[in-house]
């Protein structure tokens, strides 16, 4: 299967840069390039990509309000947050908008593609450490989820999983964390997907925090 992509970012260069990377790949074709997020929108509407590369800061409608509206419309497009601004905020309210992931624009091209598969497959994707500074950058968060509630159907092992993957474990991290095969924990995880309506591990990380099953820490003060 090829897939779809749009490009959407504020500089032609670095659009294109973008958009000959991608188009290069036997399994990828770029089916339109947008300079801010109304563009991206009515490009979608036209193209019916499976994924929007999107960047946050854009003149006339940003990439968040684009995403927003994007990912309001179901399962395609699934959106890519790509920017340079590593700024947590950002990346919560972009997860929160319904993002897929979010990478940093120096990230590696071939990081950037894999990224790209990932999303068109269904699951979500962050850049490496952005969830351990996500979730460390909201001190005093909400406190611990009481037994029961939204979590109820979960075993205690998919409970344990569903923390672990709030503190930014990949499936082998977790593995070796509770000393069981990856495979097994992949299981684990798919299970508390289904059972919590959840889209991919990038919605149970935003569910781990705001139940509280992670901890935010203060940074140590200089």
């Keep these: 299967m090829t897939i779809r992509v749009i490009v959407a970012d504020d500089q032609l260069v670095v659009r294109a840069g973008f958009a000959a990377v991608i188009g290069a790949e036997p399994d990828m074709t770029v089916v339109g390039e947008a300079g801010d997020g109304a563009a991206a929108v009515q490009l979608a509407e036209q193209t019916a990509?499976?994924?929007?590369?999107?960047?946050?800061?854009?003149?006339?409608?940003?990439?968040?309000?684009?995403?927003?509206?994007?990912?309001?419309?179901?399962?395609k497009p699934r959106v890519l947050v790509l920017t340079t601004f590593d700024l947590d905020a950002y990346v919560y309210e972009a997860l929160r908008v319904?993002?897929?992931?979010?990478?940093?624009?120096?990230?590696?091209?071939?990081?950037?593609?894999?990224?790209?598969?990932?999303?068109a497959e269904g699951d979500g994707v962050l850049a490496p450490g952005v969830t351990r500074r996500l979730i460390h950058s909201f001190a005093g968060g909400a406190p611990p989820v009481a037994p029961g509630g939204t979590l109820d159907g979960l075993t205690p092992r998919e409970r344990e999983v569903l923390q672990l993957i709030g503190t930014g474990l990949n499936n082998t991290e977790i593995g070796e964390r509770l000393g069981v095969a990856t495979g097994t924990v992949k299981s684990h995880v798919n299970a508390l997907l289904g059972k919590l309506g959840l889209r991919d591990r990038v919605q149970a990380t935003i569910l781990a925090y705001?139940?509280?099953?992670?901890?935010?820490?203060?940074?140590?003060?200089?």
């Design 49 to 75: 990509p499976d994924v929007v590369v999107m960047d946050i800061r854009m003149p006339d409608m940003d990439g968040l309000t684009a995403t927003r509206l994007l990912t309001a419309r179901g399962e």
């Design 210 to 222: 705001d139940l509280g099953l992670v901890r935010p820490r203060m940074p140590p003060a200089h």
């Design 98 to 119: 319904g993002a897929s992931g979010f990478l940093l624009k120096d990230a590696e091209p071939d990081d950037l593609l894999d990224a790209i598969r990932v999303v």
